[in-house]
């Protein structure tokens, strides 16, 4: 996380605390209120949403404290610790978090509830971060707006990623679930840790880190609209909304 933070330092100046804890805080809530608009045709829970979104909250110490033991093993070289210590202990707990409090629980009942928990445990990861790094290293409005572009919206998508596989395979049988809960777990990990590897090894990272991040939206909404468009409610929303028409 370090490492990445000190590649965006460049624009960093000293502002209010006050406005630096709103601009760390605003994005992690933001990205959370619009992903769950984004689930047309049931609504979770919004306390079952929050609950997991602070379950974030509580994995931030754990994984840095992981990630510390790793760097005092293995170092810190570029490659290793954009694919196994950052992305890779992130990606996994946060994995570990899904597959054990919501993959079998009742609310899971449609695709599209996979993104929205990856996405909340992901956000409430990335907004202790966000806070923590605004705290002892005060930064100016401008840089914490650009971590709400890059860092934060780039876990939200790791997410995105993440909760996608995990819906199919939630509503798959045999190897196919199997498979797809790798997915589920690997695909995420791979374009964390090309997103990481960008920002360590990239002198000028800003022309390689735009392109990739535009491309991450694109490909994530595109799973977003497949994911609700396997909705097993979609035909009875839509039953509902032809019986309200007038005769």
């Known amino acids: 996380m370090n490492y990445v933070d000190a590649a965006l330092e ?43 979104f602070l379950v974030g909250f509580l994995i931030v110490l754990p994984i840095m404290a992981i990630q510390h033991g790793f760097v005092s093993l293995w170092g810190s070289h570029p490659l290793s610790y954009s694919f196994l210590i950052s992305a890779g202990v992130e990606e996994t707990v946060k994995w570990f978090v899904l597959y054990y409090l919501i993959y079998n629980h009742i609310e899971f009942d449609e695709h599209y509830d996979g993104i929205l928990y990856a996405v909340a445990v992901s956000l409430g990861f990335a907004t202790v971060e966000n806070v923590m790094y605004a705290l002892s290293n005060p930064a100016s409005f401008g840089f914490l707006l650009v971590r709400a572009l890059l860092p934060v919206s780039g876990h939200a998508l790791f997410g995105v990623l993440m909760g996608y596989y995990m819906g199919k395979a939630k509503f798959s049988k045999g190897h196919l679930e199997k498979r797809y809960l790798c997915f589920s777990l690997l695909i995420p990990i791979l374009w964390h840790g090309i997103y990481d590897l960008i920002m360590l090894t990239m002198t000028n990272w800003l022309w390689f880190i735009v392109p990739l991040m535009l491309f991450l939206w694109y490909f994530g909404m595109g799973k977003v609209k497949r994911a609700n468009l396997r909705s097993p409610f979609r035909l009875m929303k839509a039953e509902d909304d032809s019986s309200n028409l007038p005769s």
Request: hydrophobic share 60%; charged share 10%.
């Open 10 to 52: 460049s624009i960093t100046i000293s502002t209010p605390i006050a406005a630096i804890l709103t601009a760390a805080i605003a994005p992690g809530i933001a990205l959370l209120v619009y992903f769950y608009l984004k689930d047309i045709y049931a609504s979770e829970p919004i306390v079952m949403v929050l609950r997991i």
